[in-house]
């Protein structure tokens, strides 16, 4: 009995040391979670996202959109192109910039808002500021830059019909972190010279030429 036990003994080493297999081995895995919120240079804001939340206009009220759209009882409120994605508080996360327009059904006014929308620390987007930008302005390009909104815009100049301005220039905001507001600054002549070089040609985008779609990281859209 003993010869036998022995025996075993040193069958049962000789496969360990000769790396043969004597069973599958199972490996315990632990449990995976839901995945988090991208944050910290990747971006959870999408167009959907974008088009699906609550922003407050200027002396009004706050608006939730339903797939781009608040429709009022005398006005409508849209979410329309450009869309700029970007780190606009500095924080790591990305952000985005996008443009309102408020159309009443009782005047011409065509009033064109920029919003802010900032991730927080728990990954939820929300607005913390709307910026009035005009009647019937048409904002051509928009980018994140440095912390910074900069966009290219027509506003009208004397003798220009209502329906079209002519006037090019180009503006920056930049978000107060403290207040929570967006604040107009100035941008030095290479500043305005790099929206210039940044701009689109005029093309063919497809669908809904006011739909926004989802641009690249840091980027801008062109408005018609």
């Known amino acids: 009995m003993a010869n036998k036990i022995g025996f075993m003994g040193l069958g049962l080493f000789a ?9 599958p081995v199972v490996k315990a895995v632990p449990p995976v979670g839901p995945s988090p919120i991208a944050q910290n240079g990747a971006s959870p804001l999408t167009v959907d996202v974008l088009k699906n939340l609550s922003y407050t206009i200027p002396d009004q009220s706050t608006y939730s959109l339903n797939n781009g759209v608040f429709a009022g009882g005398t006005f409508s409120l849209n979410l329309i192109k450009p869309i700029a994605i970007g780190d606009v508080d500095q924080d790591g996360d990305q952000d985005a910039a996008v443009i309102l327009r408020r159309q009443s059904v009782v005047s011409p006014d065509e009033l064109i808002y920029l919003a802010v929308v900032a991730v927080g620390p728990n990954g939820s987007p929300s607005n913390p500021d709307t910026y009035f930008l005009g009647d019937r302005v048409r904002v051509q ?16 100049q004397q003798g220009d019909p209502e329906c079209c301005p002519s006037s090019l220039v180009s503006e920056a ?4 972190a403290v207040a929570g507001t967006l604040q107009p600054i100035t941008l030095n002549e ?12 005029s093309q063919a985008l497809p669908g809904d030429q006011d739909e926004p779609f989802q ?3 840091d980027q801008f859209q062109i408005q018609l």
């Open 190 to 201: 290479q500043q305005r010279q790099e929206i210039h070089i940044q701009d689109l040609p």
């Open 141 to 156: 390009s928009l980018v994140i830059k440095d912390g910074q909104i900069r966009l290219n815009m027509l506003k009208h």
């Open 215 to 217: 641009p690249p990281l």
């Open 15 to 23: 496969a360990m040391a000769g790396g043969i297999a004597l069973g």
């Open 173 to 176: 905001y930049q978000l107060d």
